[in-house]
């Protein structure tokens, strides 16, 4: 079982490709999604009725995520989830569209927890605005999820250098977040002053990486030199890139 995820658009055809290009970053998915987009008549719109099948048929026991586009999408799905009686693993989550959709899916297909997969949604915003520019964020405000990481006695580390061109862009992001995902160890990525953990998708593209720059992996648990060795690999690759 996973999260399974439900997008709520006013368009069948963004929501469409929003679910397309989300999966472009996982392989052999078997979270659920479902769109539930455009009204009744077949027009710009969104419907409750629809919505709350969808939710139904993303149900997979650990919970669903749902992720709209505008403001009547959120008062649609309001209603769907009061036919439903509010469930209490059914979450609306205040996240951007897409982002949101590519941060939470890669999280489901991990097996993360409902709320893990909400948290890696949500700080979807934050790691864009971040991109875009960190000087419009207060200091007061998160930017990446940065973590504050003191190499511990079982802390182990490895350099590696990125070989691929264009870096740590979305999808070998998610290739790395998805393998970092599988060992039992906590997953870092050190790069210019700042520690992010391997396993959150916008954090790992938002270091903002090209080929031929140098980062430092590090990692502590039960599987931290496994994990290190098969992240390396894998950057060592390219992502199938080169």
């Given at each position: 079982?996973?999260?399974?995820?439900?997008?709520?658009?006013?368009?069948?055809?963004?929501?469409?490709?929003?679910?397309?290009?989300?999966?472009?970053?996982?392989?052999?998915?078997?979270?659920?999604?479902?769109?539930?987009?455009?009204?009744?008549?077949?027009?710009?719109?969104?419907?409750?009725?629809?919505?709350?099948?969808?939710?139904?048929?993303?149900?997979?026991?650990?919970?669903?995520?749902?992720?709209?586009?505008?403001?009547?999408?959120?008062?649609?799905t309001d209603m769907a989830l009061e036919f439903l009686g509010?469930?209490?693993?059914?979450?609306?989550?205040?996240?951007?569209?897409?982002?949101?959709?590519?941060?939470?899916?890669?999280?489901?297909?991990?097996?993360?927890?409902?709320?893990?997969?909400?948290?890696?949604?949500?700080?979807?915003?934050?790691?864009?605005?971040?991109?875009?520019?960190?000087?419009?964020?207060?200091?007061?405000?998160?930017?990446?999820?940065?973590?504050?990481?003191?190499?511990?006695?079982?802390?182990?580390?490895?350099?590696?250098?990125?070989?691929?061109?264009?870096?740590?862009?979305?999808?070998p992001a998610a290739q790395l977040v998805h393998l970092a995902?599988?060992?039992?160890?906590?997953?870092?990525?050190?790069?210019?002053?700042?520690?992010?953990?391997?396993?959150?998708?916008?954090?790992?593209?938002?270091?903002?990486?090209?080929?031929?720059?140098?980062?430092?992996?590090?990692?502590?648990?039960?599987?931290?030199?496994?994990?290190?060795?098969?992240?390396?690999?894998?950057?060592?690759?390219?992502?199938?890139?080169?």
């Amino acid at each position: 079982m996973s999260v399974g995820i439900v997008l709520v658009s006013h368009s069948p055809q963004l929501a469409q490709a929003t679910y397309e290009l989300g999966m472009q970053m996982v392989a052999d998915c078997s979270v659920r999604v479902e769109i539930a987009a455009g009204s009744s008549e077949g027009t710009f719109g969104t419907d409750a009725m629809v919505i709350m099948t969808a939710i139904e048929a993303a149900q997979d026991g650990d919970g669903v995520v749902i992720l709209t586009d505008l403001g009547s999408a959120i008062l649609s799905t309001d209603m769907a989830l009061e036919f439903l009686g509010y469930p209490d693993n059914v979450m609306m989550v205040p996240a951007p569209f897409v982002e949101g959709f590519m941060s939470a899916i890669v999280a489901a297909s991990t097996g993360n927890t409902l709320a893990e997969v909400v948290r890696q949604a949500r700080h979807s915003l934050e790691a864009k605005r971040h991109q875009i520019d960190g000087a419009l964020i207060s200091d007061d405000e998160p930017v990446l999820d940065t973590v504050d990481v003191t190499p511990q006695p079982d802390t182990y580390s490895q350099r590696v250098k990125i070989v691929n061109a264009t870096g740590l862009h979305a999808r070998p992001a998610a290739q790395l977040v998805h393998l970092a995902s599988q060992y039992q160890a906590q997953v870092f990525i050190v790069y210019d002053g700042e520690t992010v953990s391997a396993t959150s998708l916008m954090d790992v593209a938002g270091l903002g990486t090209q080929g031929g720059d140098e980062i430092e992996l590090r990692a502590q648990g039960e599987q931290a030199e496994q994990v290190l060795a098969a992240l390396a690999e894998l950057i060592d690759s390219g992502f199938g890139e080169i």
